[in-house]
């Protein structure tokens, strides 16, 4: 497996190599201190596996630069590493169509645990991050006494969508999903197999015609309130 690891802090890329190689046995890990370095290595490696990049870095400027990398390597799955540990840029990461987010703050274990679950084909976000906000969205108080804000660009670029023609299970595994739960956790929770998740989820993107699984969390995380109420 390949897989291009881009931080200008050579601390990081040793500890991510670490955790990499507790998790695989053969890995061809190239390294990239700047976004050029990056670019030159994509493009001579299309067949990268997997690409963890920090957010900021020398000619890498947080989401513009992600949206340009996206752009030149569509298929290049991504993973944000990041000192941001706040949902919007959680949620502008999920915009460009990343199937990660892991805060550097995070411990080697939950490094480990979210690498596992995106090597499985899976896609890993900071729950506990998803949760604080959506604890703070449950205690806000009304609209009408509020200091108005301006709109975050998750909740300026979410499209409405029709979800009335959702059973009752794919609602629940929505709602689960944009608590930040795996599918084998939502499997747990639900008693279900972590197969029958994935078929219900499958059925939720094809009727709200989403293009990939990190679209269907941005989505889940995005109208959290709206879907447990209707649980």
Do not use: C
Not at 27 to 50: C, N, R
Not at 76 to 90: L, R, W
Request: without cysteine; negative net charge.
């Amino acid at each position: 497996m390949k897989i291009l690891i881009a931080d200008d802090h050579w601390v990081v890329r040793e500890s991510l190599k670490q955790v990499m190689r507790r998790l695989q046995q053969t890995l061809d890990v190239f390294e990239a201190e700047t976004f050029a370095e990056a670019e030159g290595i994509l493009a001579q490696h299309p067949d990268i596996d997997l690409m963890l990049v920090d957010l900021v870095m020398p000619g890498f400027e947080e989401f513009d630069g992600l949206r340009r990398l996206r752009a030149a390597f569509p298929d290049t799955p991504v993973v944000v590493i990041s000192v941001h540990e706040d949902v919007d840029h959680v949620m502008r990461s999920l915009e460009q169509g990343v199937i990660g987010y892991i805060p550097k703050s995070s411990g080697g274990s939950e490094i480990e645990r979210a690498l596992e679950r995106v090597l499985e084909g899976e896609v890993s976000f900071p729950r506990r991050i998803i949760e604080r906000s959506s604890a703070a969205a449950a205690t806000r108080v009304p609209a009408s006494v509020a200091p108005r804000s301006v709109p975050s660009a998750a909740a300026s670029t979410q499209p409405e969508r029709d979800t009335d023609n959702l059973t009752a299970r794919e609602r629940d595994v929505l709602s689960l999903l944009g608590q930040g739960f795996s599918v084998k956790r939502i499997a747990s929770e639900l008693d279900l197999s972590s197969q029958t998740v994935r078929v219900h989820l499958g059925n939720v993107m094809k009727k709200l015609n989403m293009r990939d699984r990190s679209e269907a969390v941005h989505y889940a995380i995005s109208n959290y309130e709206a879907l447990a109420e209707r649980g």
